[in-house]
């Protein structure tokens, strides 16, 4: 994912001879467009970037009398992200940086490009799509910053909810959805998984899904948290659910008439459940809900304003055998032809042995594509912002993964440094602030085991160590380092968690 110093190198060339950059990550120079003008401005710095995950928010749609505002967006966000509950454990191996570029226009366009670097636009309708228009420009910005930028974040000048993931992720500075979106954009990016909501068709894929129920085919079969509960062949039971409505109108609600929409219930389920989200509906008494002509008793969100936001409602009883139906009344004409109903579902469960509705509980979930013919499996109800993008973590199995592929694109040892102390040559080893060495303790338990040995001998002395003092010429020789790191968020560790270096030491202390 790092940028070699000799590519680095003939990318400065070619600016100089061309005025143009652009980079394949098979190393060819290819022609793309300019670059626009960045200043680059260090946010939080865990290391050096060579060796560290970089994410670099490109600022559209802001004004230079707005990078001041640029700059606060972008701490926010990346705090938020990673010193909350998210990506915290894995902090100390990521950097975010601040690209600051002056756009024309303060804000973007709807259905097509603004006066801005990106070109950041609103696609189609609804608080939903948010794309970077110039996604060249973008590219040749990230490919610009060589080591800084592994993933670039085009952030959007809006302050309502949108984003889309992809080579060029995009979120906007919305500060009811603006981490949310990033969350969960930068979770298809990194882990290289797909959805887990309802009805994402064929975007279930990745280390958070399944198309079996077999045990041994389960990405996430290490976190199990009963491996009693088996259904047929003793694999694991799948817990009993059902969609019977699953709708996404992005309809314009007006005072004059209520949006709603029917569905069947076989009546066989003991629990159910009725989602939905709206935007432009600050107020209470601004909206009606109702299944069946009973009230649903909707709040919105404190401080939601005009942004979008997603309420669940929890019934522990069994709809009847029959048609229902859910409404959505308009009651403000402040909000005519401004409120949205973007989604709205239901989904019935079997009774509490059938069905494990609490928190934590990992097992096999189905998830239900639009297709009624098609369901894929997860791990969690929705303990994962994979699913839901209004819950702060990751699932564990997103986590492992999460590790596993930050630590296969960077070393655990940053350098090893020589100097002397007296007679004595000190050998210092490096590695990621991780386990012992974090300045700030996190709650899965980590560990780093460290063994050395020179000349092939073990240095039982030094076990475990990250300074190594050796007197006069007994320290000239070559050093071997095995570094191997555990975490409780990981049972199924790639080669990344281990790593093996060597240093030699060509000349003895002064006497």
């Keep these: 994912m790092k940028m070699g110093p000799s590519l680095l190198a003939a990318y400065v060339v070619l600016l100089l001879i061309f005025g143009v950059h652009g980079t394949s990550t098979s190393g060819q120079i290819t022609l793309q467009a300019d670059v626009p003008p960045l200043e680059i401005l260090p946010i939080i710095i865990s290391g050096p970037p060579e060796n560290r995950i970089d994410f670099t928010f490109f600022a559209d749609g802001y004004l230079q009398s707005e990078r001041d505002k640029f700059v606060s967006d972008v701490t926010r966000l990346a705090e938020d992200i990673s010193q909350n509950q998210t990506f915290n454990t894995v902090q100390p191996l990521m950097n975010f940086w601040a690209a600051f570029t002056p756009s024309n226009q303060s804000g973007i366009g709807f259905n097509e490009p603004g006066d801005t670097a990106f070109g950041s636009y609103r696609y189609k309708t609804g608080y939903r799509v948010v794309v970077a228009g110039y996604q060249d420009i973008a590219k040749a910005a990230r490919d610009s910053m060589g080591a800084k930028c592994d993933f670039p974040i085009v952030l959007a000048n809006d302050p309502y909810y949108g984003g889309l993931d992809g080579e060029i992720t995009s979120i906007t500075s919305s500060l009811v959805n603006g981490a949310l979106v990033l969350r969960h954009e930068l979770g298809h990016s990194i882990l290289g998984v797909g959805e887990e909501y309802d009805g994402g068709g064929e975007e279930y894929w990745g280390s958070n899904s399944a198309n079996t129920t077999e045990r041994a085919s389960l990405p996430w079969a290490q976190w199990l948290s009963d491996s009693s509960r088996v259904g047929n062949q003793s694999n694991p039971r799948v817990e009993r659910s059902t969609m019977p409505l699953l709708d996404y109108p992005w309809a314009t609600l007006n005072t004059s008439t209520p949006w709603k929409v029917n569905f069947e219930s076989s009546g066989d389920y003991h629990r159910y459940q009725v989602q939905f989200s709206v935007a432009s509906l600050p107020n209470r008494g601004d909206l009606k809900v109702t299944l069946d002509g009973s009230p649903i008793d909707w709040v919105p969100k404190d401080g939601v304003g005009l942004d979008r936001w997603f309420y669940a409602f929890n019934f522990n009883e069994g709809l009847k055998n029959g048609t229902h139906t859910v409404q959505f009344e308009l009651l403000n004409s402040e909000w005519n032809g401004k409120a949205q109903l973007a989604s709205v579902e239901v989904v019935e469960y ?128 070559t050093y071997s380092i095995h570094v191997k790191f555990s975490t409780e968020e990981v049972r199924k560790p790639s080669s990344g968690l281990e790593k093996d270096v060597e240093y030699e030491v060509k000349i003895a202390c002064p006497a």
């Design 350 to 477: 079997g009774n509490e042995d059938e069905f494990k509705l609490e928190p934590g509980f990992y097992g096999l979930y189905p998830t239900h594509a639009e297709s009624e013919n098609t369901t894929t499996y997860r791990p969690t109800n929705n303990d994962c912002l994979m699913r839901n993008v209004t819950v702060p973590q990751l699932c564990k199995s997103c986590m492992e993964t999460l590790w596993n592929n930050f630590l296969g694109n960077i070393s655990l040892v940053d350098n090893i440094t020589e100097s002397c102390t007296g007679t004595q040559k000190v050998l210092d080893l490096h590695l990621l602030p991780l386990a012992q060495f974090r300045g700030i303790p996190v709650t899965p338990k980590e560990a780093y085991t460290i063994t050395w040995k020179k000349g092939g001998e073990p240095l039982e002395n030094f076990k475990n160590q990250t300074r190594v003092l050796v007197d006069g010429d007994e320290a000239i020789g």
